[in-house]
């Protein structure tokens, strides 16, 4: 009896390890699905995963909330999010999600506190303190915005979305030399970045260097910005 009992024993645990792998390959199978924009497969592999964790894989739950905020399904997305810091109150990518949707139905107050929660929990979470910065500029605290932008850059250096911000509002803030700096370092890291190239633009022609302004209009118009091109046909000769 004691044998058997042994055998059932190690049946099941063999079971439960097949389950947990299957699990864990489900997941990141979804996440490289939705990486690339194949959204529907990753929403089915994520919710078997959920079905075979018995609803237990917090990793698992929270990528599917992140699914439902990508879909603008709040009440899901939502519900996920509570799942997940009941089991775990100190999950920082709970309070990141939570953020993240707070600041898309713009409860930029809302998102602050939770983005402040991530960055207690998670303090080089460079993406927490530049969506926390975000969430300042929208609510107009602009220094408080550019202290967050200055962290995140602070954390990771190549970070070029924290430099565009960052010279944008300093550019709002009365600071023009500084926000062009922060502008080329923003078109540096990321040539494609469309905007950079008209904000430099617009800081150049509101400071009468119209030769400048029209080399990024120029610039930003090859790369398919149509403003850019609108602009150059009507200040460039």
């Not at 430099?163 to 502008?183: C, I, T």
């Not at 890291?189 to 800081?203: F, W």
Request: neutral net charge.
């Amino acid at each position: 009896m004691k044998f058997l009992c042994i055998i059932l024993l190690v049946f099941w645990s063999c079971i439960l390890i097949g389950q947990n792998n299957q699990v864990h390959d489900l997941i990141i199978s979804a996440i490289k699905k939705d990486s690339i924009g194949n959204t529907s497969d990753a929403l089915l592999e994520i919710e078997r995963a959920i079905e075979l964790s018995d609803h237990k894989n917090d990793t698992a739950i929270l990528f599917h909330g992140k699914l439902m905020v990508d879909k603008n399904d709040v009440k899901s997305a939502q519900k996920d999010i509570k799942e997940v810091l009941k089991h775990n109150q100190q999950y920082a990518d709970a309070y990141y999600l939570r953020a993240t949707l707070k600041a898309k139905t713009d409860n930029y107050e809302g998102a602050i506190k939770d983005f402040t929660k991530a960055i207690v929990l998670q303090p080089k979470n460079y993406k927490a303190y530049y969506n926390r910065g975000l969430s300042h500029a929208y609510m107009n605290e602009i220094k408080q915005a550019i202290l967050d932008f200055s962290k995140a850059i602070e954390l990771n250096p190549n970070y070029s979305i924290a430099y565009f911000n960052r010279g944008y509002w300093k550019d709002l803030m009365g600071e023009p030399d500084a926000a062009v700096q922060d502008l080329k370092k923003a078109k540096e890291l990321d040539p494609s970045n469309k905007e950079a190239y008209l904000e430099l633009a617009v800081i150049y022609a509101k400071n009468n260097k119209m030769s400048e302004a029209c080399n990024e209009l120029e610039q930003a118009a090859s790369l398919g910005h149509t403003i850019s091109e609108d602009l150059k046909s009507q200040f460039c000769k």
